[in-house]
């Protein structure tokens, strides 16, 4: 028997909320095992927020200031480039800066998806592509989710079918 998604799915999905604020969302993160939430509207799939998008946030880059120095006679400048961050202060004011807005702001919206019938080989195609960082795979059906693969439920499935394999053999011998 050839697996499927459906098989290999977990139907028990924590989501968040595409108006979900992001500190709800950072609080949701820091108390479980996983990276990111499916985000749904009702039960439609709209987005998936990752710790990867939140991280992006708090990067440091918007505070290089970049300062054009140049004195007569000289026709050009020079410009230099000045780092404000502060490092944890900078990551505490970024918090409070960002901690109202909606997670719609943050989340991927051109999200990976398998329908419940797609096969043990399709699930596979989504987490070794090398363009895409893929840890969970939402599985939708007409627009709802309906349940989510995550990577280590695709190695236990083949796990588990090559060992019963394995024992099938055994016990022939």
Same mark, same amino acid.
């Given at each position: ?6 098989? +290999? ?61 140049? +004195? ?19 990551? *505490? ?11 719609? *702001? ?25 363009? *895409? ?41």
């Amino acid at each position: 028997m050839a697996l499927t998604a459906r098989d +290999l799915m977990t139907t028990d999905v924590e989501t968040v909320a595409p108006d979900d604020e992001i500190s709800e969302v950072l609080t949701k993160l820091s108390r479980r095992d996983f990276t990111g939430f499916p985000v749904v509207e009702g039960t439609d799939l709209v987005g998936v927020v990752t710790e990867h998008d939140l991280v992006d946030i708090f990067q440091p880059s918007e505070r290089t200031l970049y300062v054009p120095f140049g +004195l007569p006679p000289f026709l050009e400048s020079l410009t230099y480039a000045l780092d404000l961050s502060w490092d944890e202060l900078d990551v *505490e004011l970024d918090l409070v800066k960002n901690a109202g807005r909606p997670i719609r *702001e943050v989340m991927s919206t051109d999200v990976r998806t398998v329908s419940p019938d797609a096969s043990l080989d399709d699930v596979l195609a989504v987490l070794v592509d090398e363009d *895409e960082d893929v840890n969970r795979i939402p599985v939708v059906e007409n627009g709802a989710l309906v349940g989510i693969i995550a990577r280590q439920d695709v190695l236990g499935a083949i796990y588990r079918e090559r060992t019963a394999g394995a024992a099938d053999a055994d016990a022939e011998v």
